[in-house]
Every structure is written in structure tokens, then in C-alpha cells.
């Protein structure tokens, strides 16, 4: 089945440095990734979508120039969190597409616990 | 916009009781819907999807019919394991809106042996 291998799984970061997470996709392409942040007992938020090649759509309220995204190829995207703050800290997961239609599934990394100190 | 709304937690039943986490959509177009179980400090799984009106999803046991009428997905199932303690959410997906997953706010469940 598809895979999502999402990078690292846990990162503790001095306040002001930047961290860069990364997901990528090991069997199938991903048109689609979708990025969410999830807090202690609280549901997944979207915070942007990326499509390979192309700027990613961030979802309103959600700093673009704070959590940066590249999709630079069909396997890999990123998320980097520049300047961290304590109040970044959360869980980030990551979702793939394969494409666009409702064949596709969503396949989800194993997410990123970030706690920033 | 479209939205989900789930059951609040936490849920705690004993072995082998029966199961129902509800959920309700909002949605203008025609959604697919998902529910997805999240373990401890790990990612999401999907557990069941159901893509149109009256189609059943089921998977280990757990089974969910989208009705439109109603506009809902209840989770169900018969007979609940320890192992089946997590955070259930539910979701939709609506294609023309760029098929981004929105999720309930998360329902808890805890079985007691």
C-alpha cells in the first residue's frame, strides 16, 4: 500500500532557530500534500496544501513566511517552521494524494512532535 | 463552509460492549466521508470511507453508512476490544473544493478490560 515516511519524528529546537520537517512519499507519486498541526487533545488543522511545482495554499490565519512549504518534486515536500517559538510547539503531520479524484486516497505520515524550548 | 461535527469524549466502555461515536456534516457540495483512528503519538490510519449517499464502509469490525438525509456517519460496532482504545475522527473530502480532509474535533476511546 502507499506509504508516507514523514522526518524526524521528534526535533527539540532552541526559540529562534529554524527546523525543517520532511515527508515524502515512497511508492507512489504525490500530486497533492497537505500539511496539518494538531495540539494536546484537539483535532488536525489544516494549515496549507502544495501541489508539486507550484506555491502552496495556505489556509487563513496560517503564516506563510513563519511555516515555509516546498513541493519541489512528485516524492517530497517540506515544512520549515523558521524563527520557532514555545508556541509552535505541536504535533505536524503530513498528508498525501496520488491524484485528484476519488480513487486517490489520503496517506498520512507518522507526524513530527516539535517542542520548542 | 464545510464542517464535521463529532460526539465529545472521552467514550469509555468495558470489553465487548456495543459502539456509537456520532458524527454530522455540513457540506454544499457531495462530500466523501471518512473516519480515520489515531494511536498514540502516531499518525492517522483510515479506517473506513464511504464516497456516496447509502454506501456502507466497514473494517475490523467497525462499520459506518453515509445518509444524506441526515447528513451523517456514525461509527458503530458490535463489540469493542482493548486494542481498540485511540482517538476516532471523522472527515470529509469534498473533490471540488481541492479535496482537502476536513476533521471533527476528535472522539476518545478508552475500553476497560
Known amino acids: 500500500g502507499a506509504v508516507v515516511s514523514q522526518h524526524p519524528s521528534r526535533v527539540i529546537c532552541k526559540s529562534g532557530t529554524s527546523v525543517k520537517i520532511e515527508c515524502r512519499s515512497l511508492?507512489?507519486?504525490?500530486?497533492?500534500m497537505f500539511w496539518y498541526r494538531q495540539f494536546p487533545k484537539q483535532s488536525l488543522m489544516l494549515m496549507a496544501t502544495?501541489?508539486?511545482?507550484?506555491?502552496?495554499?495556505?489556509e487563513q490565519g496560517v503564516e506563510k513566511d513563519k511555516f515555509l512549504i516546498n513541493h519541489a518534486s512528485l516524492t517530497l515536500s517540506t515544512l520549515t517552521v523558521t524563527s520557532a517559538h514555545p508556541e509552535d510547539s505541536s504535533f505536524y503531520i503530513c498528508s498525501a494524494r496520488g491524484g485528484r479524484g476519488l480513487d486517490y486516497g489520503y496517506t498520512f505520515g507518522s507526524g513530527t512532535r516539535l517542542t520548542v524550548v | 463552509g464545510d464542517s464535521v461535527t463529532q460526539m465529545e469524549g472521552p467514550v469509555t466502555l468495558s470489553e465487548e460492549a456495543f459502539l456509537t461515536i456520532n458524527c454530522t456534516y455540513t457540506a454544499t457540495g457531495y462530500p466523501s466521508l471518512f473516519w480515520y483512528v489515531q494511536y498514540p503519538g502516531e499518525g492517522l490510519q483510515l479506517l473506513l470511507k464511504a464516497t456516496k449517499a447509502d454506501d456502507k464502509g466497514s473494517n475490523k469490525g467497525f462499520e459506518a453508512t453515509y445518509r444524506k438525509e441526515t447528513t451523517s456517519f456514525h461509527l458503530e460496532k458490535g463489540s469493542v476490544q482493548v486494542s481498540d482504545s485511540a482517538v476516532y475522527f471523522c472527515?470529509?473530502?469534498?473533490?471540488?473544493?481541492?479535496?482537502?480532509?476536513?476533521f471533527g474535533q476528535g472522539t476518545e476511546l478508552s475500553v476497560k478490560p
Open positions: 511508492d507512489f507519486q504525490a500530486t497533492t
Open positions: 472527515a470529509l473530502a469534498d473533490y471540488n473544493q481541492g479535496g482537502k480532509l476536513i
Open positions: 502544495s501541489n508539486e511545482g507550484s506555491k502552496a495554499t495556505y
